[in-house]
């Protein structure tokens, strides 16, 4: 799992400070438990689409604590309605962690990817180059230095038709062309 980083930390005070103002507007609302439960599903499914799986658990433990005060502390409140409600917020919190835990493993996949393509087009002997629609080259790996004679950073940004020979130039032309309109 990546590390709980200081941005997020404080982003995530936000979130754990919601609990309260949920809370108490809930506590004052006669339809105030359905309203929690439902804001509070929000809340955990949204931290799960930020944060790491911990605090997303952590914010499920504080919601069903919260859960219960609120339940019990009105007078028609009983414990069937927090084992009821409390089951449906903690399936709701363990689903949302797992969600965080799996979205924090493919981002590392992707960028564990990425770190390997771009370690193959670095160090690749064959010339690769990246060009936009507009025909800038975004990208132009090492190996354009050996086989074509032209630096890297040089190339970025500037036209691939620049390199074409002129004799070329109409041919080039028309293989862009073809491949801008997939054929």
């Known amino acids: 799992d990546a590390p709980f980083e200081p941005e ?3 982003n ?3 979130w754990l400070a919601e ?3 949920i809370y ?5 609302d006669k339809l105030g438990v359905a309203v929690y439960v439902a804001a509070v599903t929000l809340l955990l499914t949204l931290a799960a689409a930020l944060y790491p799986p911990l605090p997303v658990v952590g914010l499920g ?3 069903l604590v919260g859960l219960a005060v609120l339940i019990l502390d009105r007078p028609q409140g009983n414990t069937a309605a927090v084992v009821v409600l409390g089951a ?3 399936t709701t919190a363990v689903v949302a962690a797992v969600t965080a835990k799996n979205r924090y493993r493919q981002d590392a996949h992707r960028r564990s990817t990425e770190r390997r393509t771009e370690l193959l087009l670095e160090n690749a002997s064959d010339a690769v180059l990246a060009v936009g629609p507009d025909g800038a080259v975004s990208y132009a790996s090492p190996a354009v230095r050996t086989v074509l004679g032209h630096r890297a950073d040089a190339l970025r940004g500037a036209r691939f038709s620049a390199l074409v020979h002129p004799d070329d ?7 862009i062309t073809a491949l801008s309109a997939g054929r």
């Open 8 to 10: 997020v930390h404080e």
């Open 169 to 175: 130039a109409l041919r080039f032309g028309d293989w």
């Open 88 to 90: 449906a917020l903690a």
């Open 24 to 28: 108490l507007f809930a506590a004052n």
């Open 12 to 14: 995530f005070s936000w």
């Open 61 to 63: 433990a504080v919601s």
């Open 19 to 21: 609990l309260p103002l």
